[in-house]
């Protein structure tokens, strides 16, 4: 038979033990939740200048096809503005970057947090 020390001392060690798992878990949860946090806000984020880009293209297919200078505007009546009721501004020039766009679960079909 153990003595009463022994059994303090294996019952400290077992709750010790038991304790550095469950942090140990809760910590993983956390870094798991914090990174697909972070790709989807990235994702929504790349989706936004995709759709920036999308937007400038379109205008610039646009204005390339009319021959007219895409910043021009109507005023309420219908008829083109003038300086006097709407003034127009002159966008600045936007690069535009030529990039494959890529499936996520086509790149990495195993990663976590992927819905299905």
């Known amino acids: 038979m153990i003595g009463k020390f022994e059994a303090n001392k294996d019952l400290i060690q077992e709750l010790t033990s038991s304790g550095a798992r469950r942090v140990g878990n809760i910590a993983g949860i956390i870094t798991g939740t914090v990174a697909e946090v972070t790709r989807e806000v990235g994702e929504w984020i790349t989706d936004a200048i995709e759709m920036n880009e999308a937007a400038a293209a379109a205008r610039r ?21 003038t300086p006097e009721t709407n003034p127009t501004v002159t966008p600045r020039p936007v690069d535009v970057v030529d990039a494959d766009v890529v499936d996520a679960e086509t790149a990495d079909p195993d990663r976590p947090g992927k819905h299905t």
């Open 61 to 81: 297919d646009s204005a390339a096809e009319s021959g007219k200078d895409s910043t021009e505007r109507m005023d309420d009546s219908g008829g083109r503005a």
